[in-house]
């Protein structure tokens, strides 16, 4: 049974600052990974789907990569802004998703 | 393009009584999914449609959930009788495919009393 592990649970940071969030599953057969921005009453927006065969993806300031072998992705937001404060979720192809990285960027 | 629309946006029941989640996919979207989001937890998948098709209903509680998905577009889910437990947010799914970029819909809060 997978299990999606998101760390850490919540983040705050000021404005300007690059940071990592992580996501682990248990279930290397997964063959992609597709990261999500969820805004507080709102549904989820899709932000980057890595396939097992690209290993990274890179959107504007976004950049995701996958490691399947150690079971493990990561989200780096480059120059943050509070705007960008959000829920990030993360989840495999089976859809089974984290409990999320809350993330607040300070002005 | 359309979104993922879903009704209705809230609905409040008292328990036991019955409740109907309606959603229309984007056009063209053979793969349609419904989770349940409990407050503070990320979704948890209850149903996987490609086309009328079920594909993974292994975490729906059959004996109160039950989903539809007729001619391959719309599908409602519904709950009978609804527990106090059920309160969370719905949201629907859509996608060109399985296992490829997933559209959400802005979700259905649900608050059973």
């Known amino acids: 049974k997978q299990e999606v592990t998101q760390i850490p649970a919540a983040l705050s940071v000021p404005e300007g600052e690059n940071l990592v969030l992580n996501c682990s599953f248990t279930?290397?057969?997964?063959?992609?990974l597709q990261w999500f921005r969820q805004d507080p009453g709102k549904g989820l927006t899709s932000l980057l789907l890595?396939?097992?065969?690209?290993r990274e993806q890179t959107s504007g300031r976004l950049n995701a990569s996958l490691d399947k072998s150690s079971g493990r992705s990561t989200l780096y937001i480059a120059a943050s802004q509070p705007g960008d404060s959000a829920t990030y979720l993360c989840?495999?192809?089976?859809?089974?998703f984290g409990a999320g990285t809350r993330l607040t960027v300070k002005p | 393009e359309a979104g993922v629309a879903q009704s209705p946006r809230y609905k409040i029941i008292e328990k036991r009584q019955s409740v109907a989640f309606w959603c229309n996919p984007i056009s063209g979207h053979a793969t349609l999914y419904w989770y349940q989001q409990i407050l503070g937890q990320g979704p948890k998948l209850l149903i996987q449609f490609q086309n009328n098709g079920v594909v993974d209903d292994s975490q729906l509680p059959k004996d109160r959930f039950s989903a539809e998905r007729l001619k391959g577009v719309d599908s409602t889910l519904k709950i009978q009788p609804a527990k106090l437990e059920d309160s969370a947010v719905y949201l629907c799914a859509s996608s060109l495919g399985a296992g490829v970029e997933q559209y959400f819909g802005p979700g259905t809060r649900l608050t059973v009393t």
């Open positions: 989840a495999g192809n089976d859809m089974r």
């Open positions: 279930d290397s057969a997964i063959y992609n």
């Open positions: 890595i396939q097992s065969s690209q």
